[in-house]
Every structure is written in structure tokens, then in C-alpha cells.
């Protein structure tokens, strides 16, 4: 919970100044999107002509991220003919951060003036028709489980103290990513992402319950980004590379090596799903 809302606003507006100064000084033009890289989209960056690189440790305020897989970079540079932010890792209410602190790069992108924020994820599969590898398209997701990020004093300089998410996940971007999937002949599902706090994973009666709710994926991030973002009027649109079946499913253990494999497994589907996106907005 935010305590100390000018603090806050003043660290939001250091990062973000210091971010535009590097911008500035290479002479780069602001992106308008921003694309966070769950596990297995690390490959994007090198689909980019990176122009600038800034370590989470360089930029005053930011957090560092801990978890395993995510680098801790903010890279910069042209995808697709678009100039974009990447952020090669993100923040877990796991890794002992608070939801402020986990959704702060958010603020500081809307800072920046971005228009556009792709989040993708790893995630437990509790679909039938899924299996690890596969993509899903978030279309809704349950937040439960998640304290709300705006919870505390409203930034009123960003949105409203009561804003409405029932269209957190733009609908004309679901589109764009659904004609991407089908030109490129990659198998994209559609379902409602559920956001559980981690680091331990769902237990089996858990899943028995999310599936009854109607859950087709499950994880530890973006729901708190999400929200944020809807709060900044930034559109939104998210993607889950489900990396393994949810507890009770299947009868071997979860791990996080499993995680780790079938996310590289897919991310070559995963890197031209987000690319040809970008493209066409």
C-alpha cells in the first residue's frame, strides 16, 4: 500500500526522468509501447535492434527483480518497425516486493507516455484442450487473491479512485492477436487468467476450484500490472505460454525446471506472436 503518496510521486517521476535523460542524450525517440518478457520471450531481444540498455540498478527507485530468468533490464530499441521499450523482467509480490512496488515500472510508463503495454507470462494450464507449450490469450482474469495495487491514497494524476475493469484487456488488441495467431499458423487459446500470490504452487483442490470458476490459466503476475495499467489508461493486452498442466491434473510433481524448458520450448511461437502484433498496430 502506498503510505506516502508524494514520496511515491517523486520516486515514479525520478526513474522516469532518468529514463527520457538517457533517451535524450542518444538521441532515441520515446517509445509508445512497452512489452514485458515473461519466461521464455528473452529470444525477442534479439529479434530487436536494441539501442539502448539500462540495467533495473541504474535507474533511482527501481526495484530489482530476483526471480530466476528475468535480467533485470530495460532495453530499448526498434521491433517491427516500432521503436519499443522491453522490460527483460518484472517484480513478484513473491519475491517480497509490495504491489506498489511490484506495478511501480507501470507508473513510470505511463510517465514516459506510453500507449501500449504486452504483458506475457508463464502460467499452469486448467484447460482440456491445453497442453504445455501452448498459448493463451487473456480475456478476463480473476484478481481474488490479489490485494489491490491501488489500494491507499489515489494517484489522482493517473486515473480516477474508483476506475472500472471491465475491459482490462482491450478488445481490438485481442483481435490483432488472434488474426496474428492464425496467419502464422500458431494455436492460440482463449481464457480467464487467475492471479495467485506464489511462490508455492496451487495446491490440487485449489485447481479443482479455479476450474469450476471457469479458469483456463494460472499465475503469479500481471494482474496487479494490469490493473495498474487500466488505472493509467494505458490498452492493455497479455498472453500466457502455459509452461505446465495446473497441480492434480497430471500426476507428476511441478517444478520450475519444467517451467523453464517448455517455456523455451515455445518461444519461438511466443516471439512472433508478440512481433507480428507490434506490426500490425
Do not use: W
Request: proline residues 5%.
Amino acid at each position: 500500500m502506498i503510505e506516502n503518496k508524494e514520496l511515491y510521486l517523486n520516486n515514479i517521476s525520478s526513474a522516469s526522468s532518468y529514463i527520457l535523460n538517457r533517451l535524450n542524450s542518444e538521441g532515441i525517440i520515446t517509445p509508445k509501447i512497452c512489452v514485458v518478457l515473461g519466461s521464455g520471450l528473452a529470444p525477442l531481444a534479439k529479434m530487436c535492434n536494441v539501442k539502448l540498455e539500462i540495467p533495473y540498478s541504474d535507474i533511482p527507485c527501481f526495484p530489482v527483480s530476483t526471480a530466476p530468468g528475468h535480467d533485470g533490464k530495460l532495453l530499448v530499441g526498434e521491433l517491427s518497425g516500432k521503436m519499443v521499450f522491453l522490460m527483460s523482467g518484472r517484480f513478484h509480490y513473491y519475491e517480497g516486493y509490495d504491489y506498489e512496488i511490484c506495478t511501480f515500472y507501470v507508473r513510470v510508463m505511463a510517465n514516459l507516455k506510453i500507449e501500449t503495454l504486452v504483458l506475457t507470462n508463464a502460467a499452469g494450464g486448467l484447460g482440456s484442450d491445453m497442453k504445455p507449450t501452448d498459448l493463451m490469450l487473456i480475456e478476463d482474469h480473476i484478481s481474488f487473491f490479489c490485494e489491490s495495487p491501488l489500494r491507499g491514497p489515489n494517484l489522482d494524476e493517473y486515473g480516477v479512485r474508483f476506475p472500472d475493469v471491465s475491459n482490462v484487456y482491450d478488445d481490438e488488441y485481442e483481435k490483432i492477436m488472434c488474426v496474428v495467431a492464425n496467419d502464422l499458423k500458431i494455436k492460440l487459446c482463449k481464457g480467464i487468467y487467475c492471479y495467485t500470490k506464489g511462490p508455492q504452487y496451487e495446491t490440487p483442490a485449489e485447481i479443482r476450484m479455479l476450474k469450476t470458476l471457469g479458469v483456463g490459466a494460472v499465475g503469479m503476475s500481471t494482474v496487479p500490472e494490469a490493473i495498474v495499467a487500466t488505472h493509467c489508461g494505458i490498452r492493455t493486452v497479455a498472453v500466457s505460454c502455459i509452461t505446465n498442466m495446473a497441480a492434480g491434473i497430471l500426476p507428476q510433481k511441478l517444478t520450475h525446471e519444467e517451467v523453464i524448458e517448455n517455456a523455451g520450448k515455445a518461444s519461438d511461437n511466443s516471439c512472433n506472436l508478440v512481433k507480428g502484433f507490434i506490426e500490425r498496430l
